[in-house]
């Protein structure tokens, strides 16, 4: 393959079974939103499911309504809705919806009665993110509203749920500000006669490092694939996590050329003196990012290398100096680090950004083959990584 992103369901299962043992007193989510991160929700979803996760998490209803086409059949919520969204269609597939404001409610009426099944809805109020979620001044009319539905029978309010803005940085006053509101909320709710099955207020950093943030349910985004949801709070391994995915290309050229030669567009890396080229075939358009040009790490020949010059469309090039390497052999953008890779994280830093984008943003034409390093391989069925591949290329 020219490139590839391998998905190791192993690390997936493994990094949930760990964050679970983190919160034994909640029920876990784990967030499939945005095709999982990169890494793929069908097959990571069901990992995520075998490792003993009771629900998935879409933002998308699109997103949610996939899963269950692809067989999925456990509590899945979906919450980024929009005037007119599918709702009857989330209702009649078992999907709980949820809810941040009257608008919203109307609609999951009208769809529930509609389709003559109760909706499961999850009211979700904003504690101080300022994205999305019921306003605390709403918040009674909101709940008071819902309490009614339910009792007509349209709908189970099952959820009450918020988001954390600044998780990520211990001791920031916005969560201690955020706990307080949630808590506030929960008594207006359960005032107006709301009994929720499940609150959820902690994302991956809260599950990590607040455990009075747990509640009934924790949703594990980024830890699922084992990218630490921040730096500051550690590194994967510090919470027992594994990467899950590893970005690998073949090279497409390797020449030698003189001193001064231009690399690239615009020419912002010429050669210091004779040397060795090699051409990387992945560029901004399969998600690597442009800002990461003249920084961006690449093990190639046993090497930690820099990205030379600008990221293109299509390719980028890495300067070997002396080393020698040929056309096929492997470059590594990033990885657990088994072979001393970089990892998501290094790329991060290069492109000043997060470890989320750089997963995410990893693009379709990048084909996913999986693998499964608890599962013994076959003869003659082993990857370059040497584990059994379970499903190959999707």
Known sequence: MRARAVIDLAAVRANVRALRKRAPGAQLMAVVKS????????????????????WLGAALPEEALALRAAGD?????????TPGGPWG?????????????????????????GVGRAARVHLKIDTGLGRN?????????LT???????????????????????????????????????HRALAVAEAAGLRPE???????????TLPEAHFDLVRTGIGVYGVSPSPELGTPEDFGLRPAMTLEASLASVKRVPAGHGVSYGHHYTTPGETTLALVPLGYADGVPRHASGAGPVLVAGKWRTVAGRIAMDQFVVDLGGDRAEAGAPAVLFGPGDRGEPSAEDWARAAGTIGYEIVTRIGKRVPRVYVDSEVPAQAGDRSEGDTAL?????
């Open 144 to 182: 008071t509203a819902a309490r009614a539905a339910e009792a007509e029978g349209v709908l189970t309010v099952a959820g009450v749920w918020s988001h954390f803005a600044c998780a990520d940085e211990p001791g920031h006053p916005s969560i201690a500000a955020q706990l307080a509101e949630f």
């Open 89 to 113: 269609r989330a209702i009649e597939q078992d999907v709980d919806v949820s809810v941040s404001g009257m608008w919203a409610l109307r609609e999951v009426v009208a769809a529930a009665r």
């Open 35 to 54: 095709d999982a991160y990169g890494h793929g929700a069908v097959r990571c979803g069901r990992a995520a499911r075998e490792a003993g996760a009771p």
């Open 73 to 81: 059949t456990g509590r899945l919520l979906c919450w980024l809705w």
């Open 133 to 141: 979620g019921c306003p605390p001044e709403e918040w009674t009319e």
């Open 198 to 208: 499940v609150r959820h207020l902690a994302n991956t950093p809260a599950l990590l």
């Open 390 to 394: 379970t499903g190959g290329v999707a």
